[in-house]
C-alpha cells in the first residue's frame, strides 16, 4: 500500500458524459501527477500539481481538466468522453516536485 | 526530449533462473532512473531508484539494477526468479527540474515466470 488513494476504482459511463476522478496524496506529500495507462499510448503523464499550483502539464487533452486543493487532495475532471479515453488512471505523489513518485491504485474508466 | 525504450515486451523464464530485464534511455543529462512493477489490476509499485552516487542499487524483492552512463542503460537483474515476479515492469525517468519531475515510461515488459 504506498498510502496514495484512489476513487472510485471503477468507473462505466457514456460517451458525451463528464466524471472525475479523485486522488489523496500520501502524508506530507505536497505533489501530484496524473498518468494515463492505455493499450495502445502506454503510461502517459498529463499534469502536475504541487502545493495547489499547476507546475507541469503533459499530454493532456483539453477535454480534460484538474485541480489541486487546500487540503492536498487533487481531482481530473473529464469531459464530453470517447470511447478512446477509455483507459486506467493513476494518480501518484511526492514530497517535493523532484521527488521520487508513490502511485494510487488507479482507476479504471470504461466508455460505452 | 526524454524517451525510454524497453526492447523486450515479454520475457518468460524458469522459476529460480536468473532475470535481467533491459532498459535504454535518452536523455542529455544524468536522468533519474526508476523501475516500478505492475501486478495484474493493481497499481504501480516502485522496485528501486537511482538519483546519484553508486551506479548499482539495490531494491526490494531482491531486485538490483545498473546504470551505465556510456551504455544510457539501466537494467534490472534478480538473481533467483519466483514464481510470484510475474507482472509487468516498467523502467522510467525523471528530469527533475524547475518546473516538475514527470517521468517518462518504457512500453513495459511482462515477465512470465515457468514452474
Known amino acids: 500500500d504506498s498510502g496514495v488513494t484512489q476513487t472510485p476504482k471503477h468507473l462505466i459511463t457514456a460517451t458525451g458524459q463528464r466524471v472525475t476522478l479523485r486522488c489523496s496524496p500520501r502524508?506530507?506529500?505536497?505533489?501530484v501527477y496524473w498518468y494515463q495507462q492505455s493499450l495502445d499510448q502506454g503510461l502517459q503523464f498529463l499534469i502536475q500539481y504541487y502545493n495547489g499550483e499547476e507546475r507541469a502539464k503533459g499530454n493532456i487533452l483539453e477535454r480534460f481538466s484538474a485541480q489541486q486543493f487546500p487540503d492536498l487532495h487533487s481531482e481530473l475532471n473529464l469531459s464530453s468522453l470517447e470511447l478512446g479515453d477509455s483507459a486506467l488512471y493513476f494518480c501518484a505523489s511526492s514530497v517535493g516536485a523532484g521527488e521520487t513518485q508513490y502511485f494510487g491504485p488507479g482507476t479504471r474508466l470504461l466508455v460505452l | 526530449a526524454q524517451s525510454v525504450t524497453q526492447p523486450d515486451i515479454h520475457i518468460t523464464v524458469s522459476e529460480g533462473a536468473s532475470l535481467e530485464l533491459r532498459c535504454n534511455y535518452s536523455?542529455?543529462?544524468?536522468?533519474?532512473l526508476f523501475w516500478y512493477v505492475q501486478s495484474p489490476g493493481q497499481g504501480l509499485q516502485l522496485l528501486l531508484k537511482y538519483f546519484s552516487g553508486d551506479t548499482l542499487v539495490q531494491g526490494i524483492k531482491g531486485f538490483e539494477a545498473e546504470f551505465k552512463r556510456s551504455q544510457s542503460s539501466f537494467n534490472l537483474r534478480k538473481p533467483s526468479v519466483h514464481w510470484s515476479d510475474a507482472a509487468e515492469y516498467f523502467c522510467a525517468v525523471g528530469a527533475p527540474n524547475n518546473a516538475g519531475n514527470m517521468l517518462t515510461f518504457g512500453g513495459g515488459t511482462r515477465l512470465m515466470v515457468k514452474p
Open positions: 502524508s506530507g506529500d505536497l505533489s
Open positions: 536523455y542529455g543529462a544524468t536522468p533519474y
